[in-house]
């Protein structure tokens, strides 16, 4: 009777009708067979392939990259036809937002600052009146500005300055690194004395708007920066990498959003699973572990793809304290960005200390604030760095 007996516990324990057991399994489906298989082509997933598909996806996104190029070319040879022609930013005193494109030559296959400057002028055209005080200025760094080529084309349709070749020269013992912050600095300076904007959008040449980003700024600066703790922040970066937007990052406001996510979707599932298994009542173990799944689950797959639902509505974008790392698109108001070069020009760049780590260094040293929005309103697109040489280039 006891040999028979003794079976029994573990056979009622390994019921399906078991939670436990349900759970169990319930991972392992999706943890050991659904999601390697239906994410092993997402870029900046867990379960990411590399070894698969880095070489061919980064090799699709160059020929890509090269189309779209073409065809921002084309775009602007268009607008060059009888009656279409528009030079932007002739007639513009004081915009509300000026929108700065930085560029440099490299890889004119790709035509790049073409790219940037045909979605932006598209966006503008079709943004229609709320749109009526932007204007857009192009910034040529290139230090021989005659051999921009695309620098060139653009300067017939919208407002172009140079930073080289009239009395300004390279000092020859620049680094390269220091003459970026001097680019910097310049088309930061010439925005402000130029135009005498209200906001100044100083974007890299490798930098797409996203369709969006009109519609999205007019809401952040009109409704959310006009909250007092938002207010006279020194920057605010519309883009951050996505392969650093995980939430496994040394970043507090991540981890309270992590399980912020945790406690709704696990509150969620836990509801929908008692009425599922007609259970009367929800408790607490149930809540936690739909909570741990649902926090693993949005982790391993990508935060950075949970974050493009909140592109359905300007409202539902998130500003955040700022991280390091990269300048492709900053957001600058009149009176941070005087500040800004202030503090600019008392740095000196080098290896190990660019641009961006210079920016963001000013947070600790001088006692200001920042942020970032999320999603990104931009796409960088650039895979070729006018720092570093990279023959070979990869999308991670």
């Known amino acids: ?164 070749g009239g009395r300004e020269k390279v000092e020859l013992s620049l680094n390269q690194f220091e003459k970026e912050k001097q680019d910097y600095i310049y088309c930061l300076e010439k925005s402000l004395q130029a135009y005498n904007p209200e906001y100044v959008l100083l974007v890299e040449d490798d930098a797409v708007p996203e369709e969006e980003i009109f519609p999205v700024l007019h809401h952040l600066l009109q409704v959310r920066f006009s909250k007092a703790h938002l207010q006279d922040a020194l920057y605010v970066k519309l883009y951050h990498p996505e392969r650093l937007q995980r939430y496994i990052n040394p970043e507090p406001m991540r981890i309270l959003e992590w399980l912020g996510v945790g406690m709704f979707l696990g509150s969620l599932l836990g509801f929908i699973y008692a009425g599922v298994s007609s259970r009367s009542s929800l408790s607490w173990p149930i ?50 960005a005087r500040r800004a070069l202030g503090y600019l020009k008392e740095l000196h760049c080098r290896p190990g200390f660019a641009k961006d780590t210079a920016i963001y260094s000013l947070l600790r040293t001088k006692g200001e604030r920042a942020f970032v929005v999320e999603p990104n309103l931009v796409r960088h697109v650039g895979m070729f760095s006018s720092l570093r040489m990279n023959g070979s280039p990869k999308l991670l």
């Not at 029994?8 to 324990?13: E, K, M, S, V, Y």
């Not at 078991?18 to 759970?23: A, E, K, L």
């Not at 050991?32 to 090799?59: D, N």
């Not at 921009?148 to 407002?159: R, T």
């Open 1 to 164: 009777m006891l040999l028979r007996g003794f079976p029994q516990p573990w056979g009622r324990l390994c019921r399906w009708s078991n939670p436990f057991v349900q759970s169990f399994a319930l991972m392992v489906v999706t943890f050991g067979v659904l999601a390697p298989l239906t994410c092993q082509q997402f870029l900046y997933s867990y379960f990411y392939v590399r070894r698969w598909y880095l070489r061919p996806m980064s090799q699709e996104f160059l020929k890509q990259n090269q189309e779209e190029g073409l065809r921002a070319l084309r775009y602007f040879e268009r607008l060059r036809t009888p009656n279409t022609s528009e030079r932007l930013g002739s007639d513009a005193f004081h915009p509300w937002l000026l929108i700065t494109i930085i560029t440099v030559q490299r890889h004119p296959e790709f035509h790049y600052v073409l790219q940037v400057a045909s979605r932006f002028h598209r966006l503008l055209q079709e943004c229609g009146p709320p749109c009526r005080r932007h204007q857009i200025l192009l910034c040529n760094v290139e230090t021989d500005p005659g051999s921009h080529w695309d620098a060139k084309l653009l300067s017939s349709f919208m407002s172009t300055v140079n930073h080289y």
């Open 287 to 336: 809540v936690l572990f739909f909570a741990l799944y649902s926090m693993l689950l949005v982790e391993l797959v990508g935060r950075h793809y949970f974050l493009e639902l909140r592109r359905l509505a300007p409202p539902l974008y998130s500003i955040a304290p700022v991280t390091e790392c990269c300048t492709p698109a900053m957001l600058f108001s009149a009176s941070s």
